[in-house]
């Protein structure tokens, strides 16, 4: 065995597999892959091999498809058996919601090239004439997908890989993996030690116990999963071709043909459901090829309803039964990208539907390991977001909830209960008495509005009951004054003699000179994509106070970590638990705050772009004068305990003044007015700051700062998609991202952002569309829940595009 490698990839299923073709793909061949067993011994090998391309995310749906893609000439290109059966699949709806949801899906597949139709009953019953549709309002036919068989196309990739010169390593366990000194890393095997620049695990449902062995952790939780395969059916045995793969909500489950007999598996939504523990909590580090006693009893109220679906299964005899463990994480995504704090330690595993993922995901995580970045967005997937969520308990909860609404549709609104209160902030108890209702965001409680009556949300694509209440949220804001905790910001301090010098060096903005200046400034990679949005805000010259979105917590607290080179004397702390955060804005914010602070608030004295310490309620804390909704206001940083004692001053004085609650809902309206984008929609790694029309935070006269040379190309070169902000027709919904940009029958781009502006009376959009289509004025079509509505890219932002309430 060699003794040194480029990569090493822990772990043989299928994601580590599509990761070691795809690395050898892009010319990395000093690769690495080591399996304590045989090649899918993990759950690969026991999977039931669909490939759908039926998935509403836009970035995953690029994931499934180029699987799609890949799959069915895998075997030719590699000569490795790979049984790709290419029958399609249809979803059922049940529901108006349901087919809401399809006309979205339909929407992405148009955006990324896979075929779908909408059908009736009747078609259903014309392309498969044994199912029984009653109760069903539509199919989600998608024509281009299929499904595998497993091993075969495991191999395959392994296969290929191999004969681009990379290399697999079986029976070999991973005892122990050490990072050196010089930040490569010792893997120790049974068969000896490897010394590895970059190091990857992809060790399935073993993937904690391999990421403990650098001081990580993930989120995953090993769902016992079951199948059965039928004796063969008559109809099939008659039948020239092959029925698609069926999923249905009413049974929870997918069925379809198994050569001649029926495949069924059943995704459980009662109680009783199993994790497999194993020792500590998780399947021994020993262990391959698991499976577990059948449990027929458990699926047996499933089974009668695909039954009732499918008669002809009815009387058919059961051939085997597969009992065996998929990973599931929090959120259903899988993880893919690095582990916080450990440089070039990568994870790529969590997947529950690994066998239509593998590729794609292998595909994509080797252009983030080879370029620093992949040409779709990540941040979904970027095992950072997380930001430390790995108790069990709360891991287990989610990922239970996960498995069980595999086919139940999660309606925008639609609060979802476990593994809820990870994260609050001491204003909690007082603003829920008060009405609010709560969203989540990286485990943070986050109040979305606030509810006059204490009745919950009806979740919907529409404009539903939220609507109205968060349209007086947004003009108490506007008119008034409102108040939001948005405690959820990810907070740092960057300290030492260095800071300021540092940080000039890692973002393109300049960095404050003066005490208590504040700038907005990017973190961008070496190949100038977008990789973080950070407000800073200089404190002393020494000290700085920065803040980024609560799901970049983690991913941020990287790039301001991991840069740090051995002479710069610099400390990164993250203070995020530490201090809430109190939105207080308005035409009347002054008068409210002046009310509680001895602090001179007059424009002069306090101008916009500024911070300072001030005290409210006797509380020392931090004032920012900026806001995200494009009103006179302050961000007042204070210690979480005494957050109360701030809210309760403010409120009191705030009465007079016509003082509200407001949530994230109008806080999305609000920004949207005034054009501000957002991280993780608008920006994103795969796009550079020219493309998001952001040039002007760039400090071209600074010299050199990372990404300056690469970001500089592209604006010479020009670029081939453009950020453009647009007027939408106006309708009962609004664009939510991932919905397709049309001119006469072309797609010419992507919105990222939608909503409504309750002020203004528009429905607004942020879109990357064809530069041709950019200026303003353009007209193009948008397609929300399958109708084409008219849009309009607008010049300037459609509330007070000169800030002057800001200023004021």
């Known amino acids: 065995m060699q003794t040194h490698a480029r990569v090493v990839i822990v772990g043989g299923g299928m994601l580590g597999a599509g990761l070691l073709y795809h690395l050898a793909e892009?010319?990395?061949?000093?690769?690495?892959?080591?399996?304590?067993?045989?090649?899918?011994?993990?759950?690969?090998?026991?999977?039931?091999?669909?490939?759908?391309?039926?998935?509403?995310?836009?970035?995953?749906?690029?994931?499934?498809?180029?699987?799609?893609?890949?799959?069915?000439?895998?075997?030719?290109?590699?000569?490795?058996?790979?049984?790709?059966?290419?029958?399609?699949?249809?979803?059922?709806?049940?529901?108006?919601?349901?087919?809401?949801?399809?006309?979205?899906?339909?929407?992405?597949?148009?955006?990324?090239?896979?075929?779908?139709?909408?059908?009736?009953?009747?078609?259903?019953?014309?392309?498969?004439?044994?199912?029984?549709?009653?109760?069903?309002?539509?199919?989600?036919?998608?024509?281009?997908?299929?499904?595998?068989?497993?091993a075969g196309c495991c191999n395959a990739l392994a296969k290929g890989a191999r004969e681009m010169g990379a290399s697999i390593v079986l029976r070999n366990r991973v005892l122990d993996i050490n990072v050196l000194p010089s930040g490569e890393f010792e893997v120790i095997t049974e068969k000896g030690t490897v010394i590895a620049e970059h190091v990857v695990n992809a060790a399935g449902c073993y993937a904690?116990?391999?990421?403990?062995?650098?001081?990580?952790?993930?989120?995953?939780?090993?769902?016992?999963?079951?199948?059965?395969?039928?004796?063969?059916?008559?109809?099939?045995?008659?039948?020239?071709t092959e029925m698609p793969v069926i999923r249905d909500p009413w049974s929870s489950a997918y069925y379809r043909q198994e050569q001649k007999s029926a495949l069924i598996g059943i995704y459980e939504t009662h109680e009783g459901l199993e994790a497999w523990a194993g020792q500590g909590g998780h399947p021994a580090w020993e262990s391959e090829n698991e499976l577990f006693e059948p449990d027929i009893d458990h699926i047996l109220p499933y089974l009668e309803r695909v039954m009732t679906r499918m008669p002809i299964w009815a009387e058919s005899g059961i051939r085997r039964v597969v009992n065996g463990a998929i990973p599931h994480t929090p959120d259903a995504n899988p993880l893919i990208g690095p582990a916080v704090g450990v440089r070039n330690f990568w994870m790529c595993c969590g997947s529950a539907i690994g066998i239509a993922q593998g590729a794609g995901l292998g595909k994509y995580l080797a252009q983030w390991i080879v370029h620093g970045d992949s040409e779709i967005n990540m941040a979904g997937l970027d095992p950072r977001r997380y930001?430390?969520?790995?108790?069990?308990?709360?891991?287990?909860?989610?990922?239970?909830?996960?498995?069980?609404?595999?086919?139940?549709?999660?309606?925008?609104?639609?609060?979802?209960?476990?593994?809820?209160?990870?994260?609050?902030?001491?204003?909690?108890?007082?603003?829920?008495?008060?009405?609010?209702?709560?969203?989540?965001?990286?485990?943070?409680?986050?109040?979305?509005?606030?509810?006059?009556?204490?009745?919950?949300?009806?979740?919907?694509?529409?404009?539903?009951?939220a609507f109205a209440a968060t349209a007086e949220e947004c003009r108490a804001v506007r008119e008034r004054v409102g108040i939001l905790d948005l405690s959820s910001f990810a907070k740092f301090m960057v300290t030492g003699p260095d800071a300021h010098a540092y940080l000039s060096r890692i973002v393109a903005n300049r960095i404050p000179a003066k005490d208590g200046s504040v700038v907005l400034a990017h973190l961008l990679g070496d190949n100038g994509r977008m990789h973080g949005e950070l407000t800073v805000t200089r404190l002393a010259e020494d000290h700085y106070y920065l803040l980024s979105g609560a799901a970049a917590q983690h991913r941020d607290l990287d790039h301001l970590r991991l840069p740090v080179i051995r002479d710069e004397d610099v400390a990164v702390t993250d203070v995020t638990d530490d201090l809430g955060v109190l939105v207080l804005a308005g035409p009347k914010a002054r008068d409210v705050l002046s009310a509680v602070t001895d602090t001179d608030l007059a424009n002069g004295a306090f101008r916009w772009l500024t911070g300072k310490r001030i005290t409210v309620a006797g509380v020392a804390l931090t004032a920012l004068r900026v806001t995200y909704v494009g009103e006179l206001g302050w961000e007042l940083h204070t210690p979480m305990a005494d957050m109360p004692a701030v809210y309760d001053a403010l409120w009191a004085a705030g009465e007079a003044h016509g003082i509200a609650d407001f949530g994230v809902y109008a806080l999305n309206s609000l920004r949207l007015e005034k054009a501000y984008k957002g991280w993780g929609a608008e920006m994103t790694n795969e796009?550079?700051?020219?493309?998001?029309?952001?040039?002007?935070?760039?400090?071209?006269?600074?010299?050199?700062?990372?990404?300056?040379?690469?970001?500089?190309?592209?604006?010479?070169?020009?670029?081939?998609?453009?950020?453009?902000?647009?007027?939408?027709?106006?309708?009962?919904?609004?664009?939510?991202?991932?919905?397709?940009?049309?001119?006469?029958?072309?797609?010419?781009?992507?919105?990222?952002?939608?909503?409504?502006?309750?002020?203004?009376?528009?429905?607004?959009?942020?879109?990357?569309?064809?530069?041709?289509?950019?200026?303003?004025?353009?007209?193009?079509?948008?397609?929300?829940?399958?109708?084409?509505?008219?849009?309009?890219?607008?010049?300037?932002?459609?509330?007070?595009?000169?800030?002057e309430r800001l200023r004021v």
């Open 208 to 240: 904690r116990q391999v990421a403990r062995m650098v001081g990580a952790d993930v989120p995953i939780t090993n769902m016992k999963h079951q199948y059965l395969v039928t004796e063969p059916i008559k109809e099939f045995l008659e039948a020239d």
């Open 687 to 803: 796009i550079t700051m020219i493309e998001a029309d952001m040039e002007r935070f760039i400090n071209w006269k600074k010299g050199t700062f990372t990404g300056r040379d690469a970001t500089a190309r592209r604006r010479d070169a020009g670029v081939d998609t453009q950020l453009v902000y647009a007027e939408l027709a106006p309708g009962d919904c609004d664009a939510r991202g991932g919905e397709p940009v049309l001119a006469g029958g072309d797609v010419i781009g992507v919105t990222t952002s939608g909503g409504y502006g309750h002020v203004t009376g528009k429905s607004l959009l942020f879109a990357y569309v064809d530069p041709r289509h950019a200026p303003p004025g353009s007209a193009f079509d948008v397609e929300v829940l399958g109708q084409r509505r008219a849009a309009t890219v607008l010049a300037e932002p459609v509330w007070d595009p000169g800030n």
């Open 387 to 465: 930001c430390g969520l790995t108790d069990e308990d709360w891991v287990r909860a989610k990922s239970f909830e996960d498995y069980t609404h595999m086919y139940k549709l999660h309606l925008p609104g639609e609060e979802r209960p476990a593994g809820r209160m990870a994260r609050t902030s001491s204003l909690y108890d007082k603003l829920k008495a008060k009405g609010a209702l709560y969203t989540e965001a990286a485990g943070w409680e986050r109040p979305k509005w606030f509810s006059a009556d204490g009745a919950e949300e009806q979740p919907s694509f529409h404009h539903n009951d």
């Open 26 to 150: 892009e010319g990395w061949t000093d690769v690495m892959l080591i399996e304590k067993g045989e090649l899918t011994s993990g759950s690969t090998w026991h999977a039931a091999g669909q490939c759908p391309s039926f998935i509403a995310d836009y970035n995953m749906a690029k994931v499934h498809h180029y699987g799609n893609t890949l799959y069915p000439k895998l075997e030719e290109m590699t000569g490795q058996y790979v049984g790709w059966h290419g029958c399609g699949g249809i979803r059922f709806a049940l529901t108006p919601e349901e087919l809401d949801f399809f006309k979205h899906v339909e929407g992405v597949s148009k955006l990324i090239g896979f075929r779908m139709e909408i059908i009736g009953p009747n078609e259903i019953g014309n392309i498969f004439p044994h199912v029984d549709t009653d109760g069903v309002l539509a199919g989600a036919w998608t024509l281009d997908d299929g499904h595998v068989d497993p």
